[in-house]
């Protein structure tokens, strides 16, 4: 994402006719290369979690794009062996606020033009040597999983994704989105026995005949 990259080093760069000390030069040069290299790790972290949660594949980038300057704002708050569980919280939260302002602008967007968007992204953006046949069945599997995911409640889908699909565990969870490690494990239990019976549910009525843990699976690709 070329834009968040040069917002940024636009953020992290020293004010005009600053002379700061070489010891403040590298300490600079250091939250800017861990900033990007954040970037560059979880930035599909981002997008999955946006649009799990419901985000259109038009918005995608300027959702993923505001949960990145909200990482580099809160740098030196973050643990370096936390940042994945950062992210992915940071876009629960940024998907939320978008949501409320949807609701306001009273926006509905195209549930049937962005399964179209999905099934053209797994065409273009397959890796070399896969089938489009197989690009196709996967984006039929995503598609399966997003409306079991729409088919949970918003406790019980942040649960799922976070827990389920990108395997945080419930503490890391917990401590991000500050609740009780109880109550994750809770919502993640329910959503799971959901999500299952979705599956049991609709297998027969779609072309995913699959087991829920291969469903799964086709979220990562």
Not at 40 to 65: F, I, K, M, N, Y
Not at 101 to 109: K, L, T
Not at 119 to 129: F, N, Y
């Amino acid at each position: 994402m070329p834009i968040a990259m040069s917002l940024i080093r636009r953020l992290l760069a020293l004010p005009a006719g600053a002379r700061p000390s070489t010891a403040e030069r590298s300490a600079r040069a250091e939250r800017s290369a861990r900033a990007e290299r954040i970037v560059r790790e979880q930035l599909d972290l981002a997008c999955r979690t946006a649009r799990r949660l419901g985000v259109p594949a038009s918005e995608l980038d300027d959702v993923a794009q505001e949960v990145m300057l909200v990482v580099v704002r809160r740098l030196d708050a973050i643990h370096p062996d936390k940042e994945r569980a950062f992210v992915a919280a940071t876009s629960v939260r940024v998907t939320a606020n978008w949501r409320r302002q949807r609701r306001r602008r009273h926006e509905q967007p195209s549930d049937e033009l962005d399964s179209l968007e999905l099934d053209e992204a797994a065409l273009l953006s397959r890796p070399p040597g896969d089938s489009a046949e197989h690009c196709l069945e996967r984006a039929r599997k995503l598609q399966f999983l997003q409306a079991a995911l729409d088919s949970m409640t918003e406790p019980q889908r942040v649960a799922f994704i976070l827990f389920e699909l990108e395997e945080l565990t419930a503490r890391e969870i917990a401590q991000q989105l500050h609740l009780p490690v109880a109550a994750v494990v809770s919502r993640a239990r329910r959503a799971r026995e959901v999500f299952t019976s979705f599956c049991q549910e609709h297998a027969e009525q779609s072309d995913v005949a699959v087991p829920p843990e291969r469903v799964v699976e086709a979220s990562y690709g």
